[in-house]
């Protein structure tokens, strides 16, 4: 259905006065659910049945969900799985688990869904990895320069046992939270405006020297500073006024963000650069999954391999058929109707970015920080062994044609 999607005809105001009858999270759940183009008839009275259901029994746990600036309308461009997650751990637990879907930044933000998780004002958050890493500095170890080749690589290594020891148990142990499942891209650079009339970037040296919105990301700062992408701290909130006042040249980020946070009108190219992460996941709070008991455990651990494998497929489609990654673009996509284009550079200019950033070639830049990951992992040299499993596959393979695993049952 492309951007004629399937809220397309329901007003905010719409939205808001449904779910002032049955609840922003009955509502939300019924719109990300519902097949085709959809009345404001149409959501009422899905709501109204989506309400019934998840309140015919009193519930056993209610966890408070706060998703930074997803709804269901951004959540059909970038598919991050978030609704998808709540909808499945619900009737997964006929109920005894009810969630509170809480997004469009109104209980946290980018930045601050992490604090307020560890904080237990919210139970579950979803985010991206990089603007997290700021609360829960273990998130870091996602995001050393070139060290995944490809998002099916990204895929393979969240599916692996291998995983568990590496990502998972270090950052439940330092920070508290346990990670859940989480989308796949890999970072460019997103030019704005003035780079509308240049001719599309080839090369890494056409970059040289321009000023970029970074994430919270140490690491990320890192790999831009080694690429003379002169990294400016800037929260994901202010980027889209950074970028059409012309403070900055670009952002660093990926397709699917610019397209869903509705940056695109004031972005000109997007050079996929694919240097390091772009991963917007779901973790929940460990403290409140201890508390679950063995059952319930066990189906937040099944609806989070189901988000993975939904996440996984729907957007690698919803990256060519809704946002536009691809050349040519097809009609329709938000890239196409914005006039963004692609510029994928060549495996040569990738090769010359990795060879001038990456800690396999430049492992000075990175030593007191692999160091310190390292330390918080009890030891593993996790750069190395993420470099390692995410090589197990074949550079070709497809990401939607990565074998899905249940990475707990290693």
């Known amino acids: 259905m492309g951007l004629q999607n399937k809220l397309s005809g329901i007003t905010r105001r719409d939205l808001f006065r449904v779910a002032g009858r049955y609840g922003m999270s009955s509502t939300l759940l019924a719109a990300g659910g519902f097949g085709g183009a959809m009345s404001l008839a149409n959501l009422a009275s899905a709501a109204e049945s989506t309400y019934e259901r998840r309140f015919s029994k009193p519930a056993k746990f209610t966890l408070k969900f706060g998703a930074s600036g997803f709804n269901a309308r951004n959540l059909l461009i970038e598919r991050a799985g978030a609704l998808e997650f709540a909808r499945d751990l ?234 536009g990654y691809s050349d040519p673009q097809l009609p329709n996509t938000i890239f196409a109707r914005d006039n963004v284009r692609m510029a994928f550079l060549s495996d040569a200019e990738k090769r010359k970015a990795e060879e001038m950033c990456s800690p396999e070639f430049q492992p000075q830049l990175w030593e007191q920080w692999r160091e310190r990951i390292n330390g918080w992992a009890g030891g593993i040299d996790t750069y190395q062994e993420i470099y390692n499993i995410a090589r197990e596959i074949p550079k070709e393979t497809l990401p939607e044609n990565v074998e899905p695993r249940r990475w707990w049952k290693g």
């Open 90 to 323: 619900e009737s997964r637990t006929d109920g005894e688990i009810r969630v509170e879907f809480i997004g469009d930044n109104q209980i946290c933000g980018q930045t601050s869904c992490v604090e307020k998780t560890q904080q237990g004002i919210v139970d579950i958050y979803a985010a991206s990895t990089q603007n997290s890493a700021g609360g829960a500095p273990y998130l870091n170890v996602l995001d050393y320069a070139y060290m995944f080749p490809t998002r099916a690589s990204q895929y393979h290594f969240l599916y692996s046992p291998k995983s568990q020891r590496i990502l998972r148990d270090p950052l439940e142990k330092n920070h508290g939270l346990k990670f859940l499942f989480s989308h796949c891209e890999l970072r460019g650079i997103q030019l704005g405006l003035g780079w509308q009339d240049k001719p599309t970037v080839t090369s890494v040296e056409q970059l040289f020297g321009t000023k970029n919105r970074v994430t919270g990301t140490q690491l990320g700062r890192i790999a831009m500073q080694a690429l003379n992408l002169n990294p400016v701290p800037i929260a994901w909130e202010e980027t889209l006024d950074g970028l059409k006042q012309g403070l900055i040249d670009g952002a660093e980020t990926w397709a699917s963000a610019v397209a869903y946070a509705n940056m695109s009108p004031v972005v000109s190219q997007s050079v996929d650069l694919e240097f390091f992460c772009g991963t917007e996941h779901t973790s929940m709070s460990a403290s409140v999954f201890d508390s679950l008991g063995g059952e319930l455990q066990d189906a937040v651990n099944e609806s989070s391999y189901w988000a993975q494998t939904h996440v996984q497929a729907a957007n690698e489609a919803a990256l060519v058929k809704t946002v």
